[in-house]
């Protein structure tokens, strides 16, 4: 979960400056006039306020202090809880969040329904990973401000709790207070859905948006993306040509359509889709992969061959890119493997016999990759080496 927003909530509550009235005089010492204690505390707190504009924190708090003398808890109430809230909020800065609570606690105890108290309250929970009292706080919060749009914090706060229903029941109370905002709450809604794994609410949300002028490509993608996860590929990739044909661009477009287009057999779809996937979208080792597996599913071994050794980056430029390379690649064994089976269906099986070795060595699928060496070492006529995948692989399977 993001907490950034508290950070600009914080340093809010800090600047927001009261409208100071003008207060009686002490009871204790009636001879003080208080004209003159007001003006004292005006000047005081002002000077405090200019402080923590300037981050001058240290600076802040010493006014801050000063204030206490001129501010009087029953006289004064409203002004006395906000100091003892901006101090709180310094203390949460330097990380004194236990000390910060027992402040907070003071502010309330003067004034019961300072909601800004709750809300500082609620980010020193949350840093603490204590999500039911964060939500406890900012419930409060929203019940003085009103603030509706507070309840997609609360959405998740819960979703970090791991409380999905509650996550959404406070998801669909942001929704219904967004006012003017409601449509673009609503799709967020079907987003957080979707997230949440509610695959066929979110296909229900997004359903409602798919011929509007601004979401249609954006409800189609994530229709497809959700039925995806369903597993219902066919289905999926209808969606995904819908987002296609409402002039959708997203960025995992063409590799997921190649997905559920492999995941049905349909090779040649999904081997267009994978060649766009290469060559505008950042899956680049994914795609290239998926695209060799449906090249050798059409027995297109040469294609499927080239796209491996690309992917694996053996090839006769091997040297020049590794001299060039940022990081080290992880590249799939399985690349490996179904490179040789490539290479053995064209009869290049001196270059079989090395891949099936690179993937012994790397200890992939022991007992299928000795037997498959097995095959070619036979068309190889080398019945001895033959004879030792074959024991390999019986023993890979004990």
């Known amino acids: 979960m993001k907490h950034s927003f508290f950070k600009r909530i914080l340093t809010a509550v800090l600047a927001v400056a009261l409208l100071l009235a003008a207060a009686p005089a002490l009871a204790e010492n009636p001879a003080v006039d208080a004209a003159v204690q007001q003006q004292k505390l005006d000047a005081i707190y002002t000077l405090a306020l200019n402080a923590i504009n300037k981050e001058d924190y240290a600076t802040a708090r010493k006014y801050l202090n000063i204030s206490f003398v001129y501010c009087d808890r029953e006289t004064n109430p409203v ?4 100091l003892l809230l901006k101090q709180a909020c310094l203390d949460v800065i330097e990380g004194e969040n236990d000390l910060a609570l027992l402040g907070l606690d ?13 809300l500082v309250r609620t980010q020193i929970y949350t840093a ?40 959404q029941a406070a998801y669909d109370k942001f929704v219904a207070g967004a006012g003017a905002d409601s449509q673009e709450a609503g799709f967020q809604s079907g987003l957080y859905r979707m997230e949440n794994g509610r695959y066929e609410e979110a296909i229900e949300t997004f359903t409602a948006y798919t011929e509007d002028e601004v979401y249609a490509a954006g409800a189609w993608y994530n229709i ?22 409402k002039g959708g661009s997203f960025s995992g477009l063409y590799y997921n359509r190649g997905i559920c287009s492999l995941m049905i057999s349909q090779w040649e ?37 080239a796209s491996f050794t690309t992917l694996i980056g053996d090839g006769e430029d091997a040297a020049e890119k590794a ?30 016999i090395q891949d099936y070795t690179t993937c012994i060595d790397h200890g992939y699928e022991l007992a299928q990759t000795y037997y498959q060496r097995a095959q070619v070492y036979a068309a190889m006529g080398d019945t001895e080496k033959q004879t030792s995948d074959l024991e390999n692989s019986l023993k890979a399977t004990d």
């Not at 002004?79 to 906000?82: C, H, I, P």
């Not at 992969?289 to 294609?303: S, W």
């Open 106 to 118: 003071a502010a309330l105890a003067v004034q019961p329904d300072l909601a800004d108290a709750y």
């Open 128 to 167: 603490q990973g204590d999500f039911t009292r964060a939500v406890e706080n900012l419930e409060k919060y929203v019940e003085l401000t009103q603030d509706t749009a507070m309840y997609e914090t609360i959405a998740q706060l819960h979703d970090a709790n791991g409380d999905a229903e509650a996550a």
């Open 224 to 245: 497809g993306i959700s039925r995806m996860n369903l597993g219902q590929y066919e289905e999926a990739v209808a969606a995904f040509n819908d987002c296609e044909a």
């Open 323 to 352: 001299e060039t390379a940022e990081t080290e690649r992880q590249v799939n064994d399985a690349a490996y493997y179904f490179r040789a089976v490539c290479n053995a269906a064209l009869g290049n099986l001196e270059a079989a």
């Open 269 to 305: 779809s999904a081997a267009a889709d994978f060649e766009k996937s290469v060559a505008t979208e950042p899956f680049v080792d994914d795609a290239r992969y998926n695209l060799a597996i449906c090249q050798m599913q059409t027995g297109a071994y040469e294609q499927a061959v």
């Open 79 to 82: 002004m006395y809880a906000d």
